[in-house]
């Protein structure tokens, strides 16, 4: 390392430094700014303290909304743990066991959706599971279960369910190679004598694999929390701005959205968009923060 | 599962079946959807209700959705806006992150710390909540409906990322190598471009794949910032397009394939670099 500041680090670094602060800090730290804020009907502004807050969280017509979108967002972020991770888990495990043959081929697909646009996706699936077209219901009848169908992404108890299976389905790849880079990272001698001293692979999966990458499963866990706290392509695409049916589908990403632009009745709000992002914020710091203290626990213990 | 011999010698036994099985069923799962729409997207239209299942045939053949898809001269003029955007984005991201990460892992300077830790905060915030402002300021300078608004506000949100794994590579690049050139009094910039640049060209290459992705396939900001017809890119695009011709399904299995085409090719030729890249980045 070269000691002392001089115009050359200056050059190497002003680029990447003046566009990543004007074009991402700035306007973050200046949408925080912004919450504070309100706006009349000529959009001259004025300092409004905690007003939109305040607004957000009493007012009938706004609470109603945003816990509405909160609860819905905590419901698919609990999908995806429940379904995506452990799903990512199971295919990553299988796929780290030594001899599978196609293993590369199978590793590939799988990570394949994740590339495609949630614009397609979301089509894909919206095709797939329309009663006009009648595929599931075909598929299903295949299987003898046609009389299960239904048209889950209409209704209201079933479409956030839905969506965010279609979310799972895209994303189960991301974890699976997280958790499989850390499985084959683990060092051979362990497990062989492990199976020297007679362990089946079953307790060697749960008490040897398992425990090495916590801090791996750690890491997915707050991606996913991060990624599915700030969605908005997929419902956007499949149920639109007003996330029907009667805002089942409506999550934090969807309601900065009409916050922000205005949607029918709705005026078009900056300063009321800038607080519900701001919650967003503190909702994901919050999260990342939480990861951190976690971790950082963890590692402790692990040290003694 | 309580058979341990199949992990010492492989042979033909339960637990083997039980692998394949699993890995070929989400194998299907994860193929059958967009097996289902390419296929279906080569059928007359009557094909496509009667049985949506089955593979094209002669009689059935029909490129109807293709050539009304691809006869609207805008969806070549919206990929001519996604490949523009995401090229530029890319050579700008790739460019200034290498010479920024140089700068933090090469040069001690105080606020050295503090400035990889501004980068690294990048990686875990979105830049979409600064969405509001990001729309002032694009308004302020003119350049709403711009192309120019998506490369800077994407290579804002490349940056963090890119910074940070070239600067993992970067700091294990020999001081021998960069020692030597200095000794021999080359410049600071020549050492950059004609020694560092060249050894962590893999890098670099991974970094590239990584953040294309997110760009190409970036619905929210080309809707927020360029949905002009002149600047739609393809994602905004398809979305629109399916969206207004949702009855007409040739056109609308006809336009997906064709959105599905290029990030499938471009996975075919990078899918070991990203793969290799993901899992060396996951075990460090």
Known sequence: ?304 | MHRTSHLIRPRFDTSRVFVHATLIAYLLLALLPVLLVLMNSFKSRDAIFNDPLAWPTTDTFSLIGYTKVLGRSDVMHYFGNSFAVTVASLFFILLFGAMAAWALTEYRFTGNRWLKFFFAFGIMVPIRLGTVSILQLMVELQLVNTLTALVLVYVAQGLPLAVMILSEFMAQVPSELKDAARCDGVDEFRIFFKVVVPLVRPAIATVAVFTMVPIWNDLWFPLILAPSEKTQTITLGIQQFVGQYATDWNAVLASLSLAIVPVVSLYAIFSRQLIRGITAGAVK
């Open chain 1, 1 to 304: 390392m070269q000691s002392g500041f001089s115009w050359r680090v200056a050059v190497f670094l002003l680029p990447a430094l003046c566009i990543y602060a004007l074009f991402s800090a700035f306007p973050l730290l200046d949408t925080l700014r912004l919450g504070l804020y309100t706006a009349n009907e000529n959009g001259v502004r004025s300092f409004a303290g905690m007003d939109n807050y305040i607004t957000i969280l009493q007012d009938p017509q706004w609470s109603h909304a945003f816990w509405n979108a909160m609860a819905n967002n905590l419901k698919f972020f609990g999908i995806h743990m429940v379904f995506q991770n452990p799903i990512g888990l199971l295919l990553a495990a299988l796929l780290s066991l030594k001899n599978v043959r196609f293993s590369a081929t199978y590793r590939t697909i799988f990570f394949l959706p994740t590339l495609l646009s949630v614009v397609i996706i979301g089509f894909i699936w919206q095709l797939i599971l329309s009663p006009l077209w009648g595929v599931s219901e075909r598929l299903l009848g295949l299987l003898g279960l046609g009389d299960w169908f239904e048209p889950w992404l209409g209704l209201e108890s079933s479409a956030l369910f839905t969506v965010s299976l279609m979310s799972v389905w895209q994303y189960i790849g991301i974890p699976m190679m997280l958790i499989y880079a850390a499985l084959i990272a683990i060092p051979e001698d362990i497990v062989e004598a492990a199976l020297v001293e007679g362990a089946t692979p079953w307790r060697i999966f749960w008490f040897i694999r398992l425990p090495l990458i916590l801090p791996t499963l750690g890491l997915v866990t707050i991606l996913t929390f991060v990624a599915n706290f700030n969605a908005f392509d997929l419902i956007y695409t499949v149920k639109g701005a007003m996330a029907g049916p009667n805002y089942s589908t409506d999550i934090l990403g969807t309601l900065f959205y009409r916050t922000f632009f205005g949607y029918q009745s709705q005026v078009a709000s900056p300063t009321m968009g800038a607080a519900v992002a701001t919650i967003m914020f503190l909702v994901i710091l919050c999260g990342v923060a939480g990861y951190f203290l976690a971790v950082q626990r963890r590692l402790q213990r692990f040290a003694l």
